[in-house]
Nanobody
Framework: QVQVVESGGGLVQPGGSLRLSCAVS????????IRWYRHAPGKEREWVAT???????NYEYSVKARFIASIDNAKRRLYLQMHSLKPEDTAVYFC?????????????WGQGTPVTAYS
């Protein structure tokens, strides 16, 4: 069984920083990619970034200059370092691991970690 757990969210003043962590455990096959999403109250879920196992990341435009994703393959953990946080970054942040097992690629999600940036 594959489990995904996000952590690191919290309350921060605008301009502050947080580092989110997303860990996967269990019997996994080949990791294809890991994606961050966020869901703010009253809004649609929004894609934030996608990282592949070679540590290449694509970012949504509004976070590109402020967020940095990095992967620790040995620890099966992905980090999202967030700088210069804005009130509009407030959301629950989720990650999903796209994993290839027995001929199928499936997405495994965590429960999310809340981030609140306000003054």
């Amino acid at each position: 069984q594959v489990q995904v757990v996000e952590s690191g969210g919290g309350l921060v003043q605008p301009g502050g920083s947080l580092r989110l962590s997303c860990a996967v455990s269990g019997s996994i096959g080949k990791i294809m990619a890991i994606r961050w999403y966020r869901h703010a109250p009253g809004k649609e879920r929004e894609w934030v970034a996608t990282t592949t196992t070679d540590n290449t990341t694509n970012y949504e435009y509004s976070v590109k200059a402020r967020f940095i994703a990095s992967i620790d393959n040995a620890k099966r953990r992905l980090y999202l370092q967030m700088h210069s946080l804005k009130p509009e970054d407030t959301a629950v942040y989720f990650c999903d691991w796209a994993i290839y097992i027995a001929g199928t690629t499936s997405a495994y999600w965590g429960q999310g970690t809340p981030v609140t940036a306000y003054s």
